[in-house]
């Protein structure tokens, strides 16, 4: 299983992803255990992107230069769906998928398992 970083200031969203993820076998660091993510090696990213078109790249550029061996996925609430994967538009962005925020837990299950196996 992967480890996974997740990046919300969203609470309950945060608490939910890491829930799912958690029940899945995943090892997950969030918010307030960000300090020891810093020191273990980490295979997931994921990224809340509140400014999808406008400040996406900005807060993409930070997390790629801290986790540059991790698949990063972005989270929006300004997308009707998630992207299939892989996606150009991810892949411009400089992500691994670019999901629907909320998802769905089966979406981002599915996702981890892709992204395991590549």
Not at 4 to 15: F, T
Not at 59 to 64: L, T
Not at 71 to 91: E, K, N, Y
Not at 94 to 114: D, F, H, V
């Amino acid at each position: 299983m992967s480890s996974v970083v997740i990046l919300d200031d969203n609470v309950p969203i945060r608490e939910l992803l890491a829930e799912w993820l958690a029940g899945d076998g995943h090892l997950v660091f969030d918010a307030p255990r960000l300090r020891a993510a810093m020191t273990s090696e980490i295979d997931v990213v994921l990224i809340d992107l509140p400014q999808l078109r406008e400040g996406a790249r900005a807060a993409i550029g930070p997390v790629r230069s801290r986790f540059a061996r991790a698949a990063l996925v972005g989270m929006s609430t300004q997308l009707g769906a998630s992207l299939p994967h892989p996606s150009a538009v991810a892949a411009d962005l400089g992500l691994q998928a670019l999901l629907a925020k909320p998802c769905e837990r089966l979406e981002l299950l599915g996702l981890m398992r892709t992204l395991e196996r590549q």
